[in-house]
């Protein structure tokens, strides 16, 4: 039997969240602008439940400001490169996992960053699906440039509001949030979406939400394997799907540092700073299949993995990585979920900062 290893790649991969950066660094106020807009993309796709919309088309609704301060293509391949942070190991475990099975990515980014991650870590881009695009083949006019600047200090003055756990439906919002989304709903929808440059929204189509489980889905029809010798890797809302997707037809979903959507949509919680402990769920999902895998982490302690038959050499490595204390590798129950999430989030904001941590 062949069973596969599939991975998100910002979060279990790489510490970045590479569009944000982008924006940071070349839009004024970008950050601000990204993290209202990632706000609004959580709640048309978790409680508004948008039609035709998805979790991480935040990569799409960014891109018009981009134009607007004339960044290219060239300009995202070249930052993207240069500014690339890894989680810790991870070109080996890649490389040790890709070893023993076929192993794929599956990522929201945008391609010129999993292109340089890529050539980073040695792993074959023909194994990854990324959301692709060519920013250059977009015009704005100078009319547009100046009122999409407007627009995104209109929107950096805007709160990142919050999104109660509860909440269901538009009406379980606050009147304020009601009243930033309606806004935001103007300003995307009519405003931007009827600008000449708001073609780029229907043409590009990030890899998020129902796309990720489409992925999965296309790679185990082109190796001809069953989704329940899939193991998936993810930390987000992005996640989601793939983590219902992979769980619903028996395969492994694992949760990597993710947030309170991910803990609550996967099987196993990995709360860790570097990737040795993926490498050992995965070998042993490789090798073992799901039952044992979930047998070693039910007795996830330095005893069971001493005793553990999966690589004595990874296995010696991540001891001696952690002699006193192991990264904390949990069965998600629904006992344990919201205490596991909330330890999860508050790790994640330590691995990949304050502001990143804290998106959806």
């Given at each position: ?301 330095f005893e069971t993995l001493a005793k553990s038959s999966g690589d004595q ?48």
């Amino acid at each position: 039997m062949r069973r596969i290893f599939i991975s998100d790649c910002e979060g279990p991969i790489s510490k970045n969240d590479n569009a944000f950066e982008i924006m940071a660094r070349f839009v004024p106020h970008g950050d601000k602008i990204f993290a209202v807009t990632s706000r609004y993309d959580d709640a048309l796709a978790d409680v508004l439940k948008k039609s035709g919309y998805k979790a991480g088309d935040t990569l799409k609704l960014v891109l018009p400001f981009l134009k607007a301060y004339d960044v290219t293509d060239e300009k995202i391949r070249d930052f993207s490169a240069r500014n690339l942070v890894l989680i810790t190991n991870i070109k080996n475990s890649l490389r040790h996992i890709s070893n023993i099975a076929p192993s794929y990515i599956v990522s929201t980014s945008y391609e010129h960053y999993i292109r340089a991650l890529c050539e980073a870590v040695e792993f074959p881009f023909k194994n990854t699906y990324c959301t692709r695009l060519n920013l250059d083949e977009y015009d704005v006019t100078q009319e547009e440039k100046e009122q999409l600047k407007k627009i995104g200090h209109e929107i950096a003055q805007m709160p990142v509001f919050e999104i109660p756990p509860e909440a269901r439906s538009f009406k379980d919002l606050s009147k304020n949030v009601r009243s930033t989304i309606e806004k935001l709903d103007e300003i995307f929808w009519e405003t931007i979406d009827e600008m000449h440059i708001g073609r780029i929204y229907s043409e590009v189509n990030p890899v998020g939400g129902s796309e990720k489980a489409e992925a999965i889905n296309d790679v185990v029809h082109k190796l001809n394997v069953a989704l329940a010798d899939v193991m998936y890797v993810g930390d987000s809302i992005t996640d989601e799907e793939a983590f219902k997707f992979v769980k619903e037809n028996g395969g492994l979903a694992v949760s990597f540092n993710g947030n309170q959507y991910a803990v609550k949509n996967a099987e196993i919680a990995l709360i860790s700073a570097d990737s040795i402990a993926t490498a050992i769920i995965a070998e042993a999902f490789i090798r073992f299949g799901k039952g044992e895998t979930l047998d070693l982490v039910a007795n996830w302690s330095f005893e069971t993995l001493a005793k553990s038959s999966g690589d004595q050499e990874l296995i010696d490595n991540f001891l001696k990585l952690h002699p006193r204390e192991l990264p904390k590798a949990k069965i998600i129950t629904k006992e344990n979920m919201e205490n596991l999430a909330r330890e999860s989030t508050e790790f994640r904001k330590k691995v990949r900062g304050e502001t990143v941590g804290k998106m959806g």
